[in-house]
């Protein structure tokens, strides 16, 4: 089954506003995680990464944090906006054998309202 | 940069009737995978190469699907003979190496009929 999941399918948030979206993961020896956004009928886009030695890291507008203690990241947007309407999916790097094996969630659609 | 190339975009077929599909990864990048996303879900990995190299294909169904890396850069995946449950995206990605960014194409949308 899937190790990676996510709280919420949809998210609802007007614009402006700041938008959260959870992610949990199930194996501790994960070391590497990526959020990807996912527009219609594109294939899904790089938008900030985190190793597992790091808790925090900020980019343009976003800011990934990662708690390994119970297994969570979360993908936080600043004043969102309608371009930012998408799903939203977090992956692992699993390390089951040896080598690295991305894993993805079952994504989050976020609707951005004007 | 150009980045990962898929052909063709779209393709409607019938069951039991073959399909292939072609990737270019990002020039330079050595490990390439090949998702299968069906809607509404997140992708899941069907196989990773590393180079020519098989790294993982244990999702594979290797009764219908096969892929190939033959000279390390470019992949082809096939499947024969479809069935309905196979229409979905199909998406390539390529990174660096294991453990880096993965960036993908704008996939492959197969319909099965």
């Known amino acids: 089954g899937e190790s990676v999941g996510l709280h919420l399918p949809t998210l609802s948030v007007q614009e402006g506003d700041n938008s959260i979206i959870n992610c949990a993961y199930s194996?501790?020896?994960?070391?590497?995680f990526i959020w990807y956004k996912q527009e219609s009928g594109k294939g899904p886009q790089f938008i900030i990464d985190?190793?597992?030695?790091?808790d925090k890291r900020q980019g343009q507008r976003v800011t990934v944090l990662l708690n390994k203690t119970v297994k969570h990241l979360s993908l936080q947007i600043a004043a969102t906006q309608p371009g930012d309407s998408a799903v939203y999916f977090c992956?692992?790097?699993?390390?089951?054998?040896?080598?690295?094996?991305?894993?993805f969630g079952r994504g989050t659609s976020l609707i951005v309202h004007p | 940069e150009a980045g990962v190339a898929q052909s063709p975009r779209y393709k409607i077929i019938e069951k039991r009737q073959s399909v292939a599909f072609w990737c270019n990864p990002i020039?330079?990048?050595?490990?390439l995978y090949w998702y299968q996303q069906i809607l509404g879900q997140g992708p899941k990995l069907l196989i990773q190469?590393?180079?020519?190299?098989?790294?993982?294909d244990s999702q594979l169904p290797k009764d219908r699907f096969s892929a190939e890396r033959l000279k390390g850069v470019d992949s082809t995946l096939k499947i024969q003979p479809a069935k309905l449950e196979d229409s979905a995206v199909y998406l390539c990605?390529?990174?660096?190496?294991?453990?880096?960014?993965?960036?993908f194409g704008e996939g492959s949308w197969l319909t099965v009929v």
């Open positions: 985190i190793r597992s030695n790091m």
């Open positions: 190469f590393q180079n020519n190299g098989v790294v993982d």
């Open positions: 020039s330079g990048h050595a490990t």
């Open positions: 990605a390529s990174s660096p190496g294991q453990g880096n960014t993965i960036y």
């Open positions: 194996n501790s020896a994960s070391d590497y």
């Open positions: 992956a692992e790097n699993m390390k089951p054998g040896g080598s690295y094996i991305p894993t």
